[in-house]
């Protein structure tokens, strides 16, 4: 059963940080590229950060220099450390696996950036 399970967000203020964390069974983690993607109330999903199987990482321009995704192989785990959030950072944050052949998606967790 394929099952990937996001832990780590909450309620921040601005300037502060999260460290985010999806943890995937029932696939082989090292075989898919994995992406953490965000969707704010009233607008469309889009892609925060990917890191590649060989751990190439890239970033939206608006997380960029904030945001840093790792994965731990050993541990199945991707992870999204989230610095100097600012209260358009609010989303549901949802970690994403994809290769040739499949594409996997977690239920996601809530980050919510506010004084």
């Known amino acids: 059963q394929v099952q990937l399970v996001e832990s780590g967000g909450g309620l921040v203020q601005p300037g502060g940080s999260l460290r985010l964390s999806c943890v995937v069974s029932?696939?082989?983690?090292?075989?898919?590229?994995m992406k953490w993607y965000r969707q704010a109330p009233g607008k469309e999903r889009e892609l925060v950060a990917g890191?590649?199987?060989?751990?190439?990482?890239n970033y939206a321009g608006s997380v960029k220099d904030r945001f840093t995704i790792s994965r731990d192989n050993s541990k199945n785990t991707v992870y999204l450390q989230m610095n100097s959030l600012k209260p358009e950072d609010t989303a549901i944050y949802s970690c994403?696996?994809?290769?040739?052949?499949?594409?996997?998606w977690g239920q996601g967790t809530q980050v919510t950036v506010s004084s």
């Open positions: 994403n696996a994809l290769n040739m052949r499949n594409e996997y």
């Open positions: 029932g696939f082989t983690f090292t075989d898919y590229a």
């Open positions: 890191i590649s199987t060989a751990g190439g990482a």
